[in-house]
Every structure is written in structure tokens, then in C-alpha cells.
């Protein structure tokens, strides 16, 4: 199943209310074709805690590493 959201508050509630398992993370981007080479993909999420802070600390990430790129 795939959910697609824009912030990492979306993210965990999309987790809570329709996912409630081991789930993936992955930024959408045209612009960024090795999503993993910039932390744009992550593994094993297990609660709506974890995928809220994965979430804030990859568009961090990306933010600072790729500053002029869109995404979402």
C-alpha cells in the first residue's frame, strides 16, 4: 500500500490510521534520482512515533543537501 504525504505529522497519522506496520520511507522527487544517496529512503518503521521523526530528520536532511530541489 502506498500513502502519499507532505509533512512528517501526515506521515505518522497516514501510519496510525491506515499502515500499523513494518513500513518504508521514501521522499518523492523528480529531481533527486538516488533517493538513498541523500537519506531518502528509510527502512523498518515500526511505530507513528518513529515514522514522524524519520520523516522531520530526512526533509532536514535533503533540505540542507539539496536545497533548490522540490519535492513532494
Do not use: C, Y
Not at 527502512?43 to 522531520?56: D, F, G
Amino acid at each position: 500500500m502506498r500513502q502519499t504525504v507532505s509533512t512528517p505529522e501526515e506521515a505518522a497519522q497516514a501510519w496510525e490510521d491506515v499502515i500499523r506496520g513494518p513500513s518504508v520511507l521514501k521522499i518523492l522527487s523528480k529531481d533527486i534520482s538516488h533517493k538513498s544517496d541523500v537519506g531518502g529512503v528509510i527502512l523498518n518503521l515500526t511505530s507513528k512515533v518513529a515514522v514522524q521523526e524519520a520523516a522531520a530528520s530526512m526533509l532536514e536532511r535533503i533540505r540542507k543537501l539539496k536545497p533548490a530541489v522540490p519535492f513532494f
